[in-house]
């Protein structure tokens, strides 16, 4: 498979303006520094087409943050997307257009993402007629078969999204997504507000999308299960940085991280006899002041003094292997 969009080196900082007060004291000898958040840092990953890379991490790990960077809804402090084996800053007006067209990202409160003064047809129809993909007569047929594609009767198309519940809402995410012809679809967390029965259906869909559209996806979540169900290749994320990633099979049979081990070691099985769940001490330091050389030491059990000081460099450990770790360096 080729490689559709690569991530090198990307970091998002947000950083907190100083009010009035700190500005002026600064003038007078003050010391107030200016608040940074990193939410990413240093990431690199490659996406191949047609495959699912699931990104798992602890809330505030800046998964979120990092699928957003994916399909364009922020701006990277530093690093470059390439999209197709061309960098987005570089492309011209055009190309950028067709990728924010191809990269579409489906959100995980779905009655938060779609406006509520809008019926359904509107919601999914606007952005294709928009962009000159249909033509405006063409619009109704459009959005019908789009919704039967997602599961949902074309009657609900003059409905608004206060009138459906969370599935059927998180279904016409679904289709307002593929209403311009996606390549790459971001998933943040996309089931992850829904019941369980309901998560099943809506993840069978995406399969089912996946096989007939050809669609890649980038599937961020906090259920090791989902994902390890769902996706081709891991990736384990942990305050801003990707420490493990590998296929996901051989990742699950044989973690290498600490903090991946400890993950899994949580994932319910009903082969275990356990009767009482460990899980990994401590809370996750905050990106305002993250804990200097690898991030994770503070809570791991195999910490070295090298560890607190000097950062890990993710390195292969095999040709679709990687981690990063002082451990067996």
Known sequence: MTTLLQLSGISKHFSKKSDVVQRLLNRVGGRYETEVVRAVDDISLAIKA??????????????????????????????????????????????????????????????????????????????????????????????????????????YANRYPHQFSGGQRQRIGIARALAVQPKIIVCDESIAALDVSIQAQVLNLFMDLREQLGLTYLFISHDLGVVGHLSDRVAIMYLGRIVEFGKTEELYANPQHPYTKGLLAELPSVRSTRKQYIPIKGEMPSPLHPPPGCHFHPRCPYAMPRCETERPELRALSPERSMACHLEA
């Open 50 to 155: 047609g495959e699912v890379v699931g990104l798992v991490g602890e809330s505030g790990c800046g998964k979120s943050t990092l699928g957003r960077i994916v399909s364009g809804i922020l701006p990277a402090t530093a690093g470059h997307v390439l999209y197709r084996g061309k960098e987005a800053a570089q492309m011209s007006r055009a190309e950028r257009d067709a990728m924010s067209l191809e990269v579409q990202m489906i959100f995980q409160n779905p009655m938060a993402s779609l406006n509520p003064r809008m019926k359904v047809r509107d919601i999914i129809g606007e952005a294709p007629v928009v962009h000159g993909l249909i033509k405006s007569s063409e619009r109704t047929d459009y959005v019908n078969n789009l919704l039967r594609q997602v599961g949902l009767d074309p009657a």
